[in-house]
């Protein structure tokens, strides 16, 4: 089992709330990634990261921002939450190169 | 047009048997093509890996074959089990580029005892 973890598993939240996700890995993995995922599609990259202080968009837009202030640690912020923003969310990281990418739980966010 | 293509969208298949799920891709250059399992509410987890030379490629129960000149994987399940039912999604990499991947929308596979 990777070693990868997300909180919240699920959250339920307000229009206009501010919300971060937590990412967290142990493996030492310098790159890292968020993407968002709607029920029975596929997955579409949001955000990544190369190592500390590196942050890149990813293919699909997002109105979220992140954050790699530590290797093991990437948060993704939203600053104020909307219905659109429902979603899955997933996390990920993987070594230099193209190594295996490793997946958290998932955070179900649901804006109401 | 995404460039991953798997079929079929959902199969429903009797404990016991055997299935075949398949993936086509058009991504190129190509570097490698992953299975993922995911199971609802989940995070996907790596089944095989497969590189251009590779043609064939075990994990228990699952096997994947790749044909790298006609662009297509296929995952094959032996003796499915209640706990095979999830979504299989075929992941392919572009070469040189290290967030150049390509997600399919995966087979969504139920296994009924």
């Known amino acids: 089992e990777a070693d990868i973890y997300q909180t919240p598993r699920y959250l339920v939240i307000g229009t206009g709330k501010k919300i971060t996700l937590e990412c967290s890995q142990t493996m030492g993995h310098d790159k890292m990634y968020w993407y968002q995922q709607d029920p029975g599609m596929e997955l579409h990259l949001i955000h990544y990261s190369y190592g500390v202080n590196s942050t890149e968009k990813g293919d699909l837009s997002s109105e979220s921002t992140v954050s790699r202030i530590r290797t093991e640690h990437f948060p993704l912020t939203l600053e104020s939450a909307r219905p659109s923003h429902t979603s899955q969310y997933l996390c990920?990281?993987?070594?230099?190169?193209?190594?295996?990418?490793?997946f958290g739980p998932g955070t179900r966010l649901t804006v109401t | 047009k995404n460039q991953v293509e798997q079929s079929p969208q959902s199969l429903i298949i009797l404990e016991g048997k055997n299935c075949t799920l398949q993936c086509n891709y058009t991504v190129s250059p190509f570097s490698n093509l992953r299975w993922y399992k995911q199971d609802t509410g989940r995070g996907p987890v790596s089944l095989t890996i497969m590189t251009f030379s590779e043609n064939t490629k075990s994990n228990g129960r699952y096997t994947a074959t790749l044909d790298a000149d006609t662009k297509q994987s296929s995952l094959h399940i032996t003796a499915s089990q209640l706990s095979d039912s999830a979504s299989y999604i075929c992941?392919?990499?572009?070469?040189?580029?290290?967030?150049?991947?390509?997600f399919g929308t995966g087979t969504r596979l139920t296994v009924i005892p």
């Open positions: 992941v392919v990499s572009e070469y040189g580029g290290a967030n150049n991947l390509f």
């Open positions: 990920a990281s993987s070594e230099r190169g193209l190594g295996e990418q490793y």
